[in-house]
């Protein structure tokens, strides 16, 4: 038992000048560490960008590559946020890379999208690449308007959401775009799949997401709602192909452009080649229908891909034969979202739907 309280109590000693210098030195290294992390935090938000790390990216090639010889994936810089950052950088794994082909005249389309299907903000886009595998970017090349270019990198820095293509933003160059884009979407994204997808087309990632993680024997994939048709050679005609001669009547099996995917594979196989050794068609759907017929690749066909109307198995809705998409897209866009079999309906199909 103690004998005397008295060591509880402080003595006026040299110990209370020792405690009292101790919390001055901590009060200054607390005062430090605030000020630092002010000063940190003011250095990041002068950077314009709301968020925490931007997940668009600017793709350029590097000309000396194409120059010798090259083609690939190392010919590519990139440029996130701030600075260009080389080839070297590993490239993040996903299932899928889906690429929603965008131009200077859809800003209403991407307005629609991001009010529908497609997330708005990161948190979203992040919850639905944790649910589906999937990473989802708007892409787009360039222009020579400055007013349109100003546009577009307000919206890159309000909604941080695409890829941007160091090529020439043109309809009648969309498959130098689209070469370009599974180029980029290679160098960047280690992916199992690399879908091609436009913006006026309704989606449910969700079975997407099903159909890409499908097991198939076949490495080489080529994805899409397959077609064949007549060869326009009438130039007043919107599909009219110069190349006709070499076409013949009737085109070849190959997937509808609103949307089709192509496995790593295959992917890898066009990076490997140079750029000027691929034929070039009018049409992209078509072009890149060509060059999978050089290829060994085996044809999948799903008609979930090229729906009418939403369904309890439908992945991709648009107006075919219509329209090459939906016909007033950013209307019907929004009236497809409110229909409960198109945005809330599960993702595979219950024993009654069936």
Not at 87 to 92: C, P
């Amino acid at each position: 038992m103690p004998s005397s309280p008295k060591l509880f109590y402080a003595r006026p000693s040299s110990y209370s000048r020792r405690s009292a210098v101790l919390i001055f030195c901590l009060l200054i290294g607390f005062s430090g560490f605030v000020f630092g992390f002010i000063a940190i935090s003011r250095q990041g938000l002068g950077s314009n960008c709301k968020f925490g790390k931007p997940l668009s990216v600017s793709v350029t090639w590097d000309k000396s590559s194409i120059v010798s010889g090259g083609g690939g994936g190392g010919g590519i810089s990139r440029r996130s946020g701030g600075g260009f950052t080389n080839e070297g950088q590993k490239r993040r794994k996903v299932m899928g890379f889906v690429g929603i082909q965008t131009g200077f005249g859809s800003t209403g389309r991407r307005k629609s999208l991001r009010q529908t299907w497609f997330p708005s903000d990161h948190q979203g886009l992040q919850r639905l690449e944790e649910s589906t595998g999937l990473v989802f970017r708007f892409v787009i090349g360039r222009t020579n308007d400055a007013s349109k270019m100003s546009a577009l990198k307000k919206e890159v820095a309000e909604y941080d959401d695409f890829l941007l293509l160091d090529i020439e933003e043109e309809y009648s160059k969309l498959p130098y775009k689209t070469l370009a884009f599974f180029k980029a979407a290679y160098a960047l994204y280690e992916s199992d799949f690399y879908v091609k997808a436009d913006d006026d087309i309704y989606l449910r990632p969700d079975r997407l997401s099903l159909l890409l993680a499908k097991e198939r024997p076949h490495s080489q994939t080529y994805l899409g709602c397959l077609k064949k048709g007549p060869v326009f050679t009438d130039p007043k005609l919107k599909w009219y192909e110069p190349l006709s001669h070499l076409l013949g009547k009737e085109y070849f099996l190959h997937a509808y452009g609103p949307i089709y995917a192509l496995s790593a594979d295959v992917v890898a196989s066009l990076v490997a080649l140079r750029n000027n050794s691929f034929r070039m068609f009018s049409n992209e759907d078509v072009t890149i229908g060509s060059w999978m017929l050089a290829m060994n690749v085996n044809h999948e066909d799903s008609k979930h891909l090229c729906e009418a109307e939403c369904s309890p198995s439908s992945i991709a809705v648009w107006d075919i034969p219509k329209c090459s998409g939906l016909c007033n897209p950013e209307k019907r866009m929004l009236e497809l979202h409110e229909k409960d079999i198109c945005s809330k309906s599960s993702t595979l199909p219950t024993e009654e739907e069936d």
